[in-house]
């Protein structure tokens, strides 16, 4: 386990869902904050508010109108409880007040394999696991729940574009070492990592939506990072009622 890994630099963790775990999780076996030290972000991936293309919406408005004139009709597709793809699905639900039922598959390939064969209407897929069925017609995305359009769909609208606001959530990528690394491997692991990002930045962002951004080149910030999203996805998810375990 990283956390108990030997603090030498060479032992490293690369976790979408660690700010996550600790909401689902009811005996954690490390502690979230306290047993890492931050090295860098790989990169942050909006989530996509998508439809079958046989649902008769084009823009997330008409989603929205849809969805609260027919309470609990329409169902909603996450990548299974405690998901990334189930916080934003959670969000979006308490951002806009609809009634929807949530169908929980096993991982992000599964939900939107349900959501091209149209046997769930919508979702809030990672951009990774989506934009290949977006490019392809097979979905239609309606809005990247990020606070900017990201280049890698530029002809969807941005979620307060798409007037939804309040519903920007980005799944991010934390490096982590353990805590007791020496600063000096710490500052040098930053520097390679974040050489590395710049150098494929562009290739990420075109094949998966992928991007990195300043204002994470230090420790601290990391794992700031890492406590706002571990506060803000705890609080969404219990007040959907979702308890540890």
Do not use: C, K
Request: no cysteine.
């Amino acid at each position: 386990r990283p956390a108990r890994a030997a603090p030498d630099g060479h032992t490293l963790l690369i976790n979408s869902s660690h700010a996550t775990i600790p909401a689902l999780v009811a005996r954690v076996p490390y502690n979230t904050l306290g047993d890492f030290v931050g090295i860098a972000v790989a990169g942050f991936s909006p989530y996509v508010l998508v439809a079958s293309p046989q649902l008769p919406v084009r823009t997330a408005q008409e989603l929205v109108a849809l969805l609260r004139g027919a309470p609990s009709r329409y169902n909603m597709a996450t990548a299974g409880i405690g998901s990334g793809v189930h916080v934003a699905a959670e969000l979006f639900r308490a951002q806009t007040g609809v009634q929807v039922e949530l169908i929980h598959y096993r991982g992000g390939g599964p939900s939107v394999a349900a959501l091209v064969a149209n046997e769930v209407h919508f979702g809030t897929p990672t951009m990774a696991s989506s934009i290949g069925q977006v490019r392809g017609g097979n979905l239609r995305a309606l809005a990247v729940l990020a606070a900017q359009r990201t280049p890698a769909l530029p002809d969807v609208p941005s979620a307060p574009e798409a007037g939804l606001s309040g519903a920007v959530i980005e799944e991010f990528f934390p490096i982590l070492a353990p805590v007791a690394t020496p600063p000096a491997a710490v500052a040098a692991l930053g520097e390679a990592f974040r050489g590395a990002i710049a150098q494929t930045a562009g290739r990420l962002a075109e094949v998966a939506g992928v991007a990195p951004r300043a204002g994470f080149e230090t420790s601290q910030q990391v794992m700031e990072l890492v406590r706002q999203s571990m506060e803000s996805h705890t609080a969404i998810l219990r007040a959907a009622g979702v308890q540890p375990e």
